[in-house]
């Protein structure tokens, strides 16, 4: 499975931004793709999960202002973010997890202005 993240970008604070992940090759059975971000100097943290089934999990920073989607036509997994604030700038990476194998794709950046 190979993974291509795009739609970072700068916004100011109470912004929006949409971001893409777009998964190719063997990308059948993959159970899980999520979003995790890494802030300067912070561990890499989940944003957000969605399952096969379509079953989602956010962090409770994210709750209510971020929705991860997956259009399994498109083998895309999005990631709306509504309501950003400062402290969500990171560089956001997405993954799948394909029975025990997790990929990464590469980061993108999102900075958001106060």
């Known amino acids: 499975v190979q993974l291509q993240a795009s739609g970072g970008g700068f916004v100011q604070a109470g912004g929006s931004l949409r971001l893409f992940c777009a998964a190719s090759g063997s990308v059948s059975s993959i159970n899980a793709m999520g979003w995790y971000r890494q802030a300067p100097g912070k561990q890499r943290e989940l944003v957000a999960i969605?399952?096969?089934?379509?079953?989602?999990s956010y962090a409770d920073s994210v709750k209510g202002r971020f929705t991860i989607s997956r259009d399994n036509a498109k083998n895309t997994v999005y990631l709306q973010m509504n309501g950003l604030k400062p402290e969500d700038t990171a560089v956001y990476y997405c993954?799948?997890?394909?029975?025990?194998?997790?990929?990464w794709g590469q980061g993108t950046l999102v900075t958001v202005s106060s």
């Open positions: 969605i399952t096969s089934g379509g079953s989602t």
């Open positions: 993954n799948a997890i394909k029975l025990t194998v997790v990929t």
